[in-house]
C-alpha cells in the first residue's frame, strides 16, 4: 500500500485525480490533499472519505510515497524540492521540469522504462497536447520510424483552464454591443472581453494557442521538444500550428507523419487497433473523448505529400489522460514495483 497525496487539490486537475484515485481503487492507505493558504481546512473527498485540505506552503510532506502535483511551473519549482527532500516522488503536472536531463518524462504506456530512474524523485507529466498524440505515434515509429511530424492542434479552452472556460461561457451567452466584430444575420456584434485570449473564443478559432515566443508559441515549442524526447527522437523534425477552438473538453489534431519505411494505411490501422491506450473510430471527435481514457484515431490515410507518409486526426480528454489520469497511472506502475 501507498501514501500519496494531491498538492493543488481543488484544481481542474487536482479535483479529477482525486475522483481518478477513486474510481481505480489506487492501493492508498494514506491519502493527504494541498492546496494554496486560501483553501486550508477545506473538506474534500476522495471517494466516500473526506480529508482536510493542508497549506501546501508550509505543510511536512515527510512520510508520502507519492504527490501528484497540479500547481503551475513557478510554484512546482518552489514546493517540489521540499516534497522531493521529504523522500516523496512528485510527479508533476507542470511545464517546470519537462526538459531537465535528469526528470523523467513518461506518458504510461509509452515510455515506462525511464521510471528506471528518477534521480530528483520528480516525474514531469507532458503538455496535455502531447500526451494526445503520443500512444499514436510511439506505436507507429516503432513499426516504421518516424521522421517528420506536421501538426494542426484544436485545443480546447480548458487547456487555458477555469478562466479558458468563462470566458466562452460568457462570449456565448453574453453578446456585447455591436461594433463590427463578427456578422449574425446581417449584423455586427461584438463580445465583452476577450478573457484569456487575443480575440474572441466563441463561434470562433484562434490561431495561436499559447503564449508568443519569437515566432512561435510555447504550446508549439512544447510539442516538438516533448514529443523528441519522449520518442527518444532528438532529431526528429516537427511543424506544429497550436490552434483554439470553442470547445469546452478534448483536445484534436491533425498529424501529417513521414517515415524511414513504406508504411500503409492498413497496416497503420492494424498497428494501431492493437495499441494500448488507442481506439481507432471512423470519425473522432472531442465530444467522444470528453469523459473517456482513449486516444481516439481515425482519417488514416496516406498523405500524397510525404515520403512514406501517413496522415490522420485523432482527439483525446485534456484533462483525463491529457493530465490528471496520466499522473494517477505513473503512481500506479510506480507503487507496483
Known amino acids: 500500500m501507498a501514501r500519496i497525496g494531491v498538492l493543488g487539490a481543488t484544481g481542474q486537475v487536482g479535483s479529477l485525480a482525486r475522483k481518478l484515485l477513486a474510481e481505480r481503487?489506487?492501493?492508498a492507505d494514506e491519502i493527504r490533499l494541498f492546496a494554496s493558504a486560501?483553501?486550508?481546512g477545506r473538506k474534500l473527498s476522495v471517494g466516500d472519505a473526506e480529508y482536510t485540505v493542508e497549506d501546501a506552503d508550509t505543510a511536512d510532506y515527510a512520510g508520502l510515497d507519492f504527490v501528484l502535483t497540479s500547481i503551475g511551473a513557478t510554484a512546482s519549482k518552489q514546493?517540489?524540492?521540499r516534497v522531493a527532500a521529504a523522500g516523496a516522488i512528485a510527479i508533476d503536472n507542470s511545464s517546470a521540469y519537462r526538459m531537465d536531463p535528469e526528470v523523467p518524462l513518461v506518458v504510461a504506456d509509452v515510455n515506462d522504462h525511464a521510471l528506471g530512474s528518477i534521480p530528483k524523485n520528480i516525474v514531469a507529466n507532458p503538455n496535455c497536447t502531447t500526451m494526445a498524440a503520443m500512444a499514436v505515434m510511439n506505436a507507429l515509429n516503432k513499426e516504421a520510424g518516424l521522421t517528420r511530424m506536421v501538426v494542426s492542434t484544436y485545443q480546447a479552452v480548458s487547456g487555458?483552464?477555469?478562466?479558458?472556460?468563462a470566458a466562452l461561457e460568457e462570449q456565448v451567452t453574453k453578446l456585447g454591443p455591436t461594433s463590427g466584430a463578427l456578422t449574425f444575420d446581417g449584423e455586427a456584434v461584438d463580445f465583452p472581453d476577450f478573457g484569456p485570449y487575443l480575440g474572441p473564443i466563441a463561434f470562433n478559432v484562434l490561431p495561436i494557442a499559447g503564449n508568443l515566443v519569437d515566432d512561435e508559441t510555447n504550446e508549439e515549442k512544447k510539442f516538438r521538444d516533448e514529443s523528441q524526447k519522449i520518442l527518444e527522437?532528438?532529431?526528429l523534425s516537427v511543424s506544429c500550428t497550436c490552434v483554439r477552438v470553442p470547445v469546452y473538453t478534448g483536445h484534436s489534431m491533425t498529424i501529417n507523419a513521414e517515415f524511414e519505411r513504406d508504411l500503409s494505411p492498413e497496416r497503420a490501422t492494424e498497428i494501431l487497433r492493437a495499441t494500448t491506450a488507442v481506439e481507432v473510430v471512423e470519425m473522432p471527435t472531442p465530444l467522444m473523448a470528453a469523459g473517456h481514457d482513449p486516444t481516439y484515431v481515425g482519417r488514416i490515410r496516406r498523405d500524397p505529400g510525404a515520403r512514406n507518409g501517413i496522415a490522420?486526426?485523432?482527439?483525446?480528454?485534456n484533462l483525463r489522460k491529457g493530465a490528471a489520469l496520466n499522473a494517477v497511472q505513473i503512481a500506479e506502475r510506480?507503487?507496483?514495483r
Do not use: M
Not at 487555458?160 to 472556460?165: F, K, L, Q, S, Y
Not at 490522420?312 to 480528454?317: H, P
Open 25 to 27: 481503487n489506487f492501493p
Open 38 to 40: 486560501r483553501s486550508a
Open 79 to 81: 514546493v517540489l524540492p
Open 160 to 165: 487555458t483552464g477555469p478562466t479558458g472556460v
Open 233 to 235: 527522437l532528438p532529431d
Open 312 to 317: 490522420l486526426f485523432l482527439s483525446n480528454d
Open 334 to 336: 510506480l507503487a507496483s
